[in-house]
């Protein structure tokens, strides 16, 4: 049977008193139309003691986990830690992303809050959305023959020391052989989405989001000669601690921390099921995001 009715989710930052305003206001606008709305469950009781009763009512409550399988288009309105967290959770099927900025920097939200009812309009009549495909990372972590971890990473995997000041020995390896091994305080494994949070901060380059690749970032290596480096995200990339660990642990775009044993195995390679789709502003680049953001070169600049 055809599907006729389109169907939004909204994941709110409901502390946020400007998220609250913003997602009533598009709740509305998007039930007007005839689509249905969705709101994760997880979040049911703090949605519920923000959004009036009348709406409550006409909201469908579903797994996060769900969004991918029931939504044509997600609204994210927050910062980018809260569309990090809703993103590694659709695995099954790639939706579009409208990104709205409520947070502070706004790399992968990018649409201003003024903006987020013409977007959602369009989508609404049909218009298509410009859209930027964002590859991410596969990671799984394996403790003996028990799967720790496996699923997507949209900016970095990150691994560092705990509280006790020890380096870290690193070895990584590429189908069978040793690219490197190093003496650092952690190693930053990011996305070219990823290149512009903490990886740049530790030195690495700015990769343009629409290449695939990895990039691995020492972080304080005790060497003159470890430097980052930029390689394909075809092959699974596996770590080992030579050493073993103490409090070493791995963190995954900020938000997911797991301690590291000495038999822990890290294989780190392209998400391969889907890409993450995110709706862009109209006319804006990712070299004007990027002076926008982070004041890249001259500020002077005069587009042609």
């Not at 939504?71 to 939706?95: F, H, N, P």
């Not at 201003?112 to 009549?125: E, G, K, V, W």
């Not at 040793?178 to 990769?207: E, K």
């Not at 691995?216 to 080992?240: A, F, G, K, M, Y």
Request: with cysteine.
């Amino acid at each position: 049977m055809k599907k006729t009715k389109q169907s939004i989710g909204f994941v709110v930052k409901h502390h946020q008193p400007r998220a609250r305003s913003l997602a009533i206001e598009l709740v509305e606008e998007a039930l007007l139309s005839g689509a249905e709305v969705f709101f994760p469950k997880e979040s049911a009781d703090l949605a519920k003691s923000n959004l009036p009763p009348a709406l409550q009512k006409k909201i469908r409550w579903i797994s996060i986990t769900e969004f991918s399988k029931r939504c044509d288009l997600v609204m994210v309105l927050g910062g980018d830690g809260t569309l990090l967290s809703m993103a590694r959770q659709m695995r099954d099927r790639s939706v579009p992303i409208v990104g709205v900025n409520l947070g502070t920097l706004g790399f992968l939200t990018e649409v201003p809050p003024a903006s987020a009812s013409s977007i959602l309009n369009q989508f609404i009549s049909g218009k298509k959305l410009p859209i930027q495909n964002r590859s991410m990372l596969s990671v799984k972590l394996t403790r003996g023959k028990k799967v720790l971890f496996d699923g997507p990473v949209i900016n970095d995997a990150v691994i560092s020391k705990g509280s006790i000041a020890r380096i870290i020995r690193i070895q990584l390896s590429m189908r069978g052989r040793i690219i490197n091994s190093m003496r650092a305080d952690g190693l930053i494994i990011s996305t070219p989405s990823g290149s512009t949070a903490y990886s740049l901060a530790a030195g690495g380059p700015i990769v343009d989001p629409s290449l695939q690749a990895m990039i691995l970032s020492p972080i304080c290596p005790h060497s003159l000669t470890q430097r980052p480096i930029v390689i394909t995200d075809e092959n699974p990339l596996e770590i080992t601690l030579q050493d073993r660990p103490e409090e070493v642990m791995l963190t995954l775009d900020g938000q997911e921390v797991f301690a590291l044993q000495p038999e822990d195995r890290i294989l780190i390679s392209r998400f391969e099921k889907h890409s993450l789709k995110l709706v862009s502003m109209p006319g804006r680049d990712y070299f004007s995001l990027l002076r926008e953001k982070l004041s890249f070169g001259n500020k002077d600049v005069v587009p042609l």
